[in-house]
């Protein structure tokens, strides 16, 4: 499957709004998307995140701002122009046209000449492996088989960017994995420039070579999953990718050592690289804490007297929900069989590697 | 009635109630009550039931069915008739009733109503149905219509076959109206047979259009659809009295015959109906007839001393609907025939019939003087006016009974069936027209 | 496992019910019109032979092709007026929307034959358009002549079918079918012709076979026409001439109701297995866009034109209910209260009857409509199906063969208490028009029922609902956006039902509206009080439908977005 190989462009977003009514759905958006790359709009549902979609696509009403495709500002253009290939949620597959029908419809309507459809059609049917359904009808085939022919329906136009609106919400678990996976073997195969919309942080992270994740219509971080895991820029980034323990208080800055003072008076070292002085909330993940039992040895880092407060076997860890002073800290202690495990009430002691305390900003 | 009735409404109104709890207050309908089935328009009907009930107290309830449609809903009814009276124009719709026994006798005690009106008696000889008011047939016109069409008015049968008027004339069929079977059978008596039929074709020949209903012809009349109209006279003068641009004549050749009323055969309250025919015969009954909105020729002579100037009156002017001598029992012999000869000639084939007189027309206005043409046109005449029955055949007692309504027993042996007759005539003239219409093109290219 | 089996025999015995109420009031009198046309005129044996008599005859023959000629053009100029009107309304965003929804329906609410008078007043060879251009051009053009004068009248009265069920098809359309096809290059009329109409098509065709079906039957337009060579005047005028019991008014109405059914049974081929609606998932309906300026005046011009074009029988009527005299003339020549003066002084038992008959037959009807829907969807009785077949059945049965039907078999019926017989007791009409309007409220419940997911209902049982209660409580109450748009559609044609009731009304005082505008318009001076009836009819339905369709919107909204009304006719 060579043959389906446009040139990759890259998406450029300059300032985009928009408003329902008197709800503003999109405050100020601007993104950049490199050509080839697997893109993702990450977040929760009202995020704005598949109305700045369909704005690629032209749908709904014209944005404020600009959006550029390969260059071309496209921000007032028809959808029918703009070539770019949408997958929808619902995948939107036409019951009254066979499955042949609905992948060669995209070219008809490119007045591609009728010898040449065939082949193309059943070079797509072939690249999702349909090839042997294609004169079924939408109704006669399951969800997965729906998914790949609305893929193909979109491929085979050979669109400048690949558009994915939450395509895999309608799968179940299993099928969903397995999905996530053949879109991003597509994706690689053909270089194509891919947006996909989802509100599923795991969908985001394997698939994904840059997130945009949007929180209120507005981008609270832009970068690879990783980044954004690892350095979240504020609150609503940390809690949303991953579990994080967050904790407010403020930056104190002594002569030779910098400390944070949570609001009930817990100490937490920090290593002191680009902090400033002043209010904000420390964060770690609950995988960056060692739980032990009070009084065992401490070598670096802080520890933290507390006490079991909940407990949930997940099966390779233990989640502890530990209290200290007035704050709940969640622990993951990886569990191997015979290893001690805590009870609720028992005292303990956490330790925490200074170096995994991040301090997000007010 | 009306206070269930009423609840019904509110119930309905808030849509809220099951059936089955509105239907327990229910009660028996009071029984003085007289019920007259009539094919009069409620400008007849009100005016007249309101002065009833001002003159006695007697509650009236109009039903109103078309003649046709009310001899068929008496005869369907009759096994548990609720209808005290019938009250229509058409003597022969009630000499249908009558031969079904479905009428009752009734003498009246009212004086100074003459034996006859023109040449027709008012009273049925056997006493089933009185008349009450005369009616005549006529023409009528629209005013504006003619003078933007700039056409002469009509005054007698024989003008209505004129080129001129071609295009413009409307009629109703006499199967439809009573009133128009009558117009129909009037001529069929007053010309004979052949000559009778060979004018209905030339009038029809100038038809626009053959209406449903017999109000039909007033109605188009009235509104311009089509400037001429054969109809009875209280439609004409009815037309004219509520204000609408038209006119009314008599032609020499109409018959005047009364209009009537009839007590229904087991009526629920006989007595009640004695007493609306007394007050319809009564000087004051009979003064009604002459509301603007009614304008029916009353039979009670002394009541045209109070009518409108230039009102007609048949008793002093004897010119109106004597020429003819209708003869009832010759009508009543054929009855069915003529209408379904006047459909399958007319009414079902008035576009090859208007298409072989407008040849005819053509070919006579240009071939004046032309012996060979004149002799062609002559030949398409007689195809045009061609009847496939002679009058003999028309009255003839087995054949009509193929077009009677009931078999009156099992045993009665009738052979052929109407549809087969109808498709033969139908056959028949539908080739006459198209060969007159062939002949007469071949006249005009002479 | 107890409550199941009772609700099963509950069920039961309600279809039992229904289909014995169908027997009588439907099957039985239709059998016996029917029975006449294969009797033998002259010995009254059983035979076929009138119907070989029906074929032979040139005439029938003709009758034939001309009702299906007309039938067909009416279907065909309904849909040019309708599809745009559809299309307009539920695609963009415009203030007449609203307006189109509604006046949409008047035509619908105004009987046809009221209708016809207008328009020849307006249209005919000599009313006021064919004045004018005479004036102005000294020509005419024929529009009310002939077959074409009664497809102009039957597509201006019976558009609202293909209006009414093509705009639920089209809402009912996901927005992304849409989206999806103009992401992939589709736009303006290759968008519509390829995708939109197609997944309308179950929609437009359930409307169109129903103007088909409707224009096919119809008696009073081509009557008031004096257009005599077709079908169902053929029937009329036979079985209604004087002393005439010619059987072929019986074949043409067995040929009438057996090629209604043909139709219908037509229309529900096609749309087999084209349920779109449920293959869909997600929501939206087509999405609606604004107009730029140029756009909206466009718009508005051509939805003017049509409006003015399927509102011109109610302008007529207008005109002519305030006029003095209006003939041969362009407009009136003097204006006057007067008629309606008369109307009031002299014709208000004809609204209350009115009220009355449509409002409790719409009611039964509903009633009726929700049941055998249930029954149809929501249980496994054998021969359910039937039920929903029989009573959609009554949609071929024209106006005329149910009335005759009814004198013939409920005249020796005597009603207790009131000792009359049923055939001319004032219920009659009623029932008459709940048989004569249950189609399509059976329908419009049907929808309602197809859009309340069954899970919602087993969510009732299982926190302790009966069936009956569950109905009670969750089935009709998220099924009512569907019973109250049956119960409009229902109320407001039978308010304007001429065709059955004429026969069967048996006393002035128990006559409704159209009979009573029919009557009036019977006589000279009863033509302005006769379109002064027919005007106040028109408002009254208007009014009461527009209410409803208010409430409807308003429940709609409450209970989006699980249900959505869809006045679905048939």
Same mark, same amino acid.
């Given at each position: ?362 | ?199 209905? $074709?030339? #009038?029809?020949?100038?038809? %626009?259009?053959?209406?449903?209903? &017999? ?6 009349? =009235? /509104? ?93 002017? $004897?010119? #109106?609907?004597?020429?003819? %001598?209708?003869?009832?029992?010759? &009508? ?6 003529? =209408? /379904? ?93 198209? $060969? ?5 093109? %071949?006249?005009?290219?002479? | ?570």
């Amino acid at each position: 499957m060579t043959d389906i190989r446009p040139e990759a462009v890259g998406v450029t977003i300059e300032d985009v709004s928009l408003s329902f009514g008197t709800t503003q759905v999109l405050k100020g958006v601007s993104l950049t998307i490199e050509p080839g790359e697997f893109f993702t709009f990450l977040g929760p549902s009202g995020s704005g995140k598949s109305t700045l979609l369909r704005a690629i696509a032209g749908f709904g009403p014209v944005p404020g701002g600009r959006i550029l495709i390969g260059g071309d500002d496209v921000t007032h253009l028809a959808p029918w122009h703009r070539n770019v290939g949408m997958v929808f949620q619902s995948y939107a597959l036409w019951p009254h046209m066979t499955v042949r029908k609905n992948v060669a419809f995209g070219l008809e309507e490119r007045k591609i000449p009728a010898r040449d459809i065939r082949g193309r059609v059943d070079a797509a049917l072939g690249l999702i492996g349909l090839l042997d359904l294609a004169d079924r009808r939408p109704s006669q085939l399951s969800g997965g088989q729906q998914q790949r022919v609305a893929l193909a329906r979109t491929i085979v136009v050979e669109p400048r960017v690949l558009l994915l609106d939450e395509p895999l919400s309608n799968l179940d678990a299993n099928l969903r994995i397995q999905m996530r996976r053949e879109i991003l073997e597509l994706q690689r195969k053909l270089k194509l420039t891919t947006i996909f919309v989802t509100h599923d942080q795991e969908e985001a992270n394997t698939t994904s070579d840059r997130i945009a994740l949007l929180n209120d219509g507005v981008i609270q971080q832009v970068g690879s999953p990783m980044e954004l895991y690892d350095n979240p820029a504020n609150r609503f980034v940390a809690d949303f990718l991953g579990t994080a323990n967050l904790i407010d208080g403020r930056v104190e800055k002594g002569q030779d050592k910098i400390t944070f003072q949570a609001d009930d008076g817990t100490l937490i070292p920090l290593n002191g690289t680009g902090v400033e002085a002043g209010p904000g909330t420390a964060m770690f993940r609950p995988q960056d804490l060692t739980i032990r039992n009070p009084g065992e040895d401490a070598d670096d880092g802080a520890v933290l007297p507390g006490r079991v407060q909940h407990r949930e076997f997940l099966g390779s860890l233990i989640r502890y929900a530990i209290r200290v002073g007035d704050n709940v800290i969640l622990v993951d202690d990886s569990h191997q069989a015979g290893r001690p495990v805590f009870d609720v009430g028992d005292d303990v002691a956490l330790r925490l590697s200074v170096d995994q305390v991040r301090i997000l900003a007010g | 009635m009306k206070i269930t009735k009423r609840i019904f409404v509110q119930l309905t109104a808030g849509a809220v109630l099951a059936v089955g709890a509105v239907m327990a207050p229910i009660q028996a309908v009071a029984a003085e009550k007289l019920v007259i089935v009539t094919s009069y328009p409620p400008d007849t009907t009100v005016t007249v039931g309101k002065a009833f009930t001002k003159a006695t107290g007697i509650k009236v309830e109009m039903l109103k069915k078309k003649t046709t449609a009310g001899i068929k809903y008496l005869q369907a009814t009759a096994a548990n008739n609720t209808s005290d009276m019938f009250w229509a124009s058409a003597p022969d719709a009630f000499e249908v009733l009558k031969g079904d026994g479905l009428l009752q006798k009734y003498t009246v005690k009212v004086k100074g109503i003459p034996e006859k009106v023109g040449a027709f008696p008012i009273n049925d000889p056997e006493g089933y149905y009185k008349g009450f008011a005369a009616s005549g047939y006529g023409i009528m016109w629209n005013t504006r219509y003619l003078k933007a069409k700039k056409l002469p008015v009509p005054n007698s049968w024989a003008d209505l076959e004129k080129p001129i008027y071609h295009g413009h004339v409307g009629m109703s069929a006499p199967s439809r109206s009573g009133t128009t079977h009558l117009t129909v059978e009037t001529l069929l008596q007053g010309e004979g047979w052949e000559k009778g039929w060979a004018r209905w $074709k030339d #009038i029809a020949g100038n038809f %626009k259009t053959v209406t449903a209903r &017999s109000f039909g012809v007033p109605d188009g009349v =009235n /509104s311009g659809q089509f400037g001429v109209g054969v109809v009875i006279d209280f439609f004409g003068l009815s037309s004219k009295a509520s204000g609408f641009p038209v006119d009314f004549l008599y032609p020499k050749m109409t018959t005047l015959v009364p209009a009537n009323i009839a007590i229904v055969k087991n009526a629920p309250n006989p007595g009640l109906a004695g007493q609306f025919i007394e007050f319809l015969l009564s000087p004051e009954g009979q003064e009604v007839l002459l509301d603007p909105k009614i304008r029916r020729l009353p039979v009670n002579p002394a009541t045209y001393a109070k009518a409108p100037k230039g009102f007609p009156n048949p008793f002093k002017d $004897k010119s #109106i609907g004597s020429a003819v %001598k209708f003869d009832l029992q010759l &009508s009543k012999s054929r009855y069915n025939i003529i =209408n /379904s000869l006047f459909d399958v000639m007319i009414t079902y084939r008035l576009d090859d019939l208007r298409a072989a007189t407008k040849a005819i027309q053509t070919a006579e206005a240009k071939s004046k003087g032309n012996a060979g043409a004149m002799k062609l046109i002559k030949q398409a005449r007689a195809l045009v006016s061609k009847v496939p029955i002679t009058a003999a055949k028309a009255s003839e007692k087995d054949f009509n009974s193929i077009f009677k309504k009931k078999r009156k027993k099992a045993t009665t042996k009738v052979t052929g069936r109407q549809a087969e007759f109808e498709q033969a005539w139908d056959t028949e003239i539908k080739a006459n027209y198209a $060969k007159a219409k062939q002949l007469a093109e %071949k006249a005009a290219s002479m | 496992m107890n409550s199941f089996s009772r609700s099963q025999w509950g069920a039961g015995g309600l279809a039992l019910l229904i289909g014995l109420f169908l027997f009588v009031f439907l099957i039985v009198p239709v059998v016996k019109v029917v029975y006449v046309a294969f009797q033998d005129p002259n010995t009254g044996a059983l035979t076929l032979i009138n119907f070989v008599d029906f074929f032979n005859t040139s005439l029938f023959r003709e009758s034939f092709l001309n009702s299906i000629y007309v039938a067909g053009g009416a279907v065909l100029l309904a849909s040019l007026i309708s599809i745009p009107l559809a299309y307009f309304t539920t695609r963009f965003n415009f203030g007449g929307a609203v307006l189109i929804q509604t006046l949409g329906i008047v035509p619908l609410i105004m009987p046809p034959f009221v209708g016809a008078v207008a328009m020849l007043l307006l249209f005919g060879e000599n009313g006021s358009v064919n004045l004018l251009i005479d004036e102005w051009f000294g020509f005419t053009i024929p529009f009310m002549e002939g077959l074409n004068g009664v497809i102009l009248v039957e597509a201006i009265h019976y558009f609202p079918f293909i209006l009414i069920n093509l705009s639920a098809a089209l809402l009912n359309i996901d927005s992304a079918m849409e989206e999806s096809a103009q992401n992939l290059g589709a736009s303006g009329t290759r968008l519509f012709r390829r995708i939109v109409f197609p997944l309308a098509m179950p929609g437009y065709v359930a409307g169109a076979s129903l103007v088909f079906l409707k224009v096919f039957d119809d008696l009073g337009t081509p009557l008031l026409l004096n257009i005599n060579n077709m079908l169902a005047p053929q029937a009329y005028l036979r079985i209604s001439s004087i002393g005439i019991s010619d059987p072929m008014g019986y074949v043409i109405s067995v040929i009438l109701v057996v090629f209604s059914l043909f139709s219908l049974w037509v229309s529900f081929l096609a749309l087999k297995n084209k349920d779109y609606a449920t293959v869909q998932k997600g929501g939206g309906g087509l999405m609606k866009r604004d107009l730029r300026p140029w756009e909206k005046i466009g718009c508005y011009a051509v939805i003017i034109l049509i409006l003015l074009m399927v509102l011109s029988p109610h302008i007529g009527l207008a005109l002519l209910s305030f006029g003095t005299v209006w003939s041969y003339s362009v407009l009136p020549d003097a204006y006057t209260f007067a008629h309606y003066g008369n109307v009031f002084r002299t014709a208000t038992q004809y609204i209350s009857n009115t009220l009355l008959y449509a409002g409790l037959a719409a009611l039964i009807d509903v009633v009726l409509g929700t049941a055998i829907a249930y029954i149809v969807w929501r249980t496994g009785l054998i021969g359910r199906k039937w039920l929903d077949y029989i009573a959609m059945g009554a949609v071929a049965v024209p106006g005329v063969v149910l009335g005759i039907g009814y004198l013939r078999t409920f005249v020796e019926f005597n009603v207790p208490i009131i000792d009359k017989p049923l055939s001319s007791w004032w219920v009659i009409i009623v029932i008459a028009l709940v048989i004569r309007r249950l189609p399509y409220a059976l329908r419009a419940c049907m929808a309602g029922l197809q859009q309340v997911s069954i899970m919602l209902e087993e969510a009732a049982e299982n926190l302790g609902a009966t069936k009956t209660r569950t109905v009670r409580r969750i089935v009709v109450p998220l099924m009512s956006g569907g019973i109250m748009a049956g119960f409009i559609i229902s109320f407001a044609t039978a308010s304007v039902e001429l065709s059955a009731t004429i026969m069967l009304v048996s006393a002035e005082s128990d006559a409704p509206l159209a009979y009573g505008i029919y009557e009036f318009m019977q006589s000279a001076a009863g033509r302005g009080p006769g379109a002064a009836l027919g005007i106040v009819a028109v408002l009254i339905v208007g009014i009461a439908t527009y209410i409803s369709h208010r409430v409807i919107k308003r429940r709609e909204k409450e209970l989006a977005p699980g249900v959505a009304v869809a006045a679905q006719g048939v």
